[in-house]
């Protein structure tokens, strides 16, 4: 892997994570509000249904290229191991700590969390609300890294074949798609399994993300791919089976190539030589933000309006902004914590630096 594509994937990762909380800005993006079919629709549009839903696969094709680049000849246990304590203890941790959130609300507001209301009391409901086995997170923003971590999985058994063939796997994952919901409870979001695949698949090939961000490539195929998943729209009706699916596939693919080619472009704006300051802290951000925003939500509500209250439009827009921020100053706090403590709020341990006497 290039130093440039090194950089770049800095860049995607601040860019990536942020928009996904736009999805998840309470009250929600499912939730009618001033940004979901109100006078601002188009901010909810383009922030969370495009940019936020995309980045989801966007990620997912950068975690397997750098699987492929980094990680491929590591034995599948040692992977299953280092993903675990890399992205699932932590998620394990953050779910716990959003369950014990929603339920201090009803015990100081006596509101019963909506959380609480999609679940009942048998055994494997809790489970799920806490771990995601067979069903959906209560903080669904984590079910997104359950299949993350399955999907790295995959790939790992997936390795001897992506290697051999690797034309064959990449047309897999193409058709993933059509299979539905059949990959469940294994996958309940085949997107994130095939974007996985195909980012393994480019790296396979030798085909780097500066490559593929040059604007002959990423803003030319780009457009031209997100013309024909409009035009296959238009066909959805006649071929429910088939136009629907590659009409989103053709659109996620291009807008990954259009978000490409932005980012590089930043890399040529700035300072090639320098990361992103907030880069190390988004994964901390991301498990942070929905009880966080939740809590600025509950404040907000109190003292300034509703999410049908043109007000929310600010509300909406810089939530996320103070979620990363404060990820970026838990992650530094961390530093000087315990390393239990480091592993089990963020995935990984680092050591303080403290100034030489000299």
Known sequence: MTPQDSRQIEYLRVFCILAMMWVHVSPGIATPSIVSGGQFAVVGLFLGDTLGRVSVSLLSFVSGYL???????????????????????????????????????MTFTGTVASVFSRTDAAPMDALNAWAGITG?????????????????????????????????????????????????????????????????????????????????????????????????????????????????????????????????TLIDAFDGSAHPRLGRATFLAYLMHMPLIGILWVVWQHFVGTEMDASYLAFYLLAPVLALIAGYLLDSLLDAAPPTMQLALRGKVRTLRRPSPD
């Open 136 to 264: 959906p997170t209560a903080n669904v923003s984590l079910f997104f890294i359950r299949d993350l971590f399955v999907s790295t999985l995959l790939l790992r058994i997936l390795v001897p074949i992506l290697d051999r063939s690797p034309y064959a796997v990449i047309a897999i994952a193409l058709l993933m798609g059509v299979l539905g919901d059949r990959l469940q409870p294994l996958i309940f979001r085949d997107s994130i399994l095939q974007f996985v695949l195909l980012g393994a698949g480019m790296a396979r090939l030798g085909v780097s993300l500066t490559t593929l961000s040059r604007p002959v490539i990423a803003l030319v195929a780009g457009s031209l791919f997100i013309l024909a998943g409009y035009g296959f729209a238009e066909g959805a009706a006649a071929h429910a089976a088939v136009y629907p699916y590659l009409s989103l596939l053709l659109r996620r693919v291009g807008t990954c190539l259009l978000v490409l080619s932005v980012s590089a």
């Open 67 to 105: 699987f492929w680049v980094r990680a491929r000849s590591l034995p599948f246990l040692t992977v299953a191991w280092r993903r675990f304590e890399s992205i699932l203890l932590p998620c394990l941790v953050w779910s716990a700590i959003y369950l014990i959130l929603a339920a201090s609300k």
